[in-house]
């Protein structure tokens, strides 16, 4: 082998390892939903806005629906972006994981920055996007008042995701490989269009990071109930057929409407509680 193509080869071989190593560092769920789950998200939380602020989300309704994947896109980008769609939250011990401290500051103090990066900082993330929105909503700044309100529903979504919450983030430790994106992806492509999804109203959230680790603590608590009709459905099957998604639609088709339509709800209220704590500013049309 010439000595140029020896360094050709090794430079390939260097990215292609660098790929694999950060395939086995960061959890491989980071796209939940997918794209049609945040879009349909975003769409139904509009439906959970009381009317003095509806107008604004309804008249910017395409600009939220492209930009609510924005996160999901800086990912390739910036691989760091990763831990914010995420909190492993088995590995601060049992549910309800009470060892791991919601403020922010309290949890470096016990657990160092570098683990808490790696374990994932989702409701974090939550909170802070709901005061960039906060800020943006008291500033007048309207664009990015746009652009901030799509990036914390396609967060707060995620918090919704049970995959989101789990060192089984795809399900390889149950010997379950993709059923993260069989039951958020695949089903939601699917079936869809058959969804009762009813949200309930907005409402004002009085901590949105306590809320945040609420909605991720609900929805790792879905977790058994989902790997087990993954397992019933496959029953019987050699590959993942029309028949398996039918079985396992049939058995969580429940829990993925249940945790959408929350996320609406809670998508719709940090966007109230943000305009609220902004002080109500009248808002363009």
Not at 36 to 58: M, W, Y
Not at 75 to 98: M, V
């Amino acid at each position: 082998m010439q000595a140029s193509s020896f360094h050709h080869w090794y430079r390939r071989a260097g990215v292609a390892f660098t790929f694999l190593m950060l395939c086995c560092l960061f959890p491989q769920n980071s796209r939940a939903w997918g794209k049609n789950g945040h879009r349909l998200v975003v769409n139904k939380a509009i439906d959970t806005l009381p009317q003095d602020i509806r107008s604004f989300f309804e008249t910017n309704l395409g600009l939220l629906s492209q930009h609510v994947t924005d996160p999901l896109d800086a990912i390739a980008k910036t691989p760091a972006e990763r831990h914010n769609h995420y909190i492993l939250l088995d590995k601060y011990g049992r549910f309800p994981f009470e060892a791991l401290p919601r403020d922010y500051k309290a949890a470096v103090t016990k657990y160092g920055k570098t683990k808490l990066e790696a374990n994932g900082l989702l409701p974090w993330q939550i909170g802070v996007y709901s005061a960039k929105l906060t800020e943006a909503f008291k500033a007048g700044r309207w664009d990015e008042a746009r652009l901030d309100a799509a990036i914390l529903a396609n967060y707060v979504a995620e918090a919704h995701d049970p995959f989101n919450t789990t060192d089984n983030s795809d399900g390889r430790l149950s010997g379950q490989p993709g059923v993260n994106e069989r039951f958020g992806t695949t089903l939601i492509d699917r079936y869809s269009s058959f969804f009762p999804m009813r949200p309930n109203d907005a409402v004002l959230i009085s901590d949105p990071t306590d809320h945040a680790f609420e909605a991720c603590l609900s929805s790792h608590s879905w977790l058994e109930t989902i790997l087990l009709a993954d397992r019933n459905a496959l029953h019987g099957e050699s590959s993942f057929t029309d028949e398996y998604y039918d079985r396992f639609y049939n058995q969580a088709a429940a829990i993925l409407i249940r945790q959408l339509s929350d996320a609406a709800t809670d998508v719709g209220s940090f966007w109230l509680t943000a305009w609220r704590n902004a002080g109500s500013p009248p808002l363009p049309h």
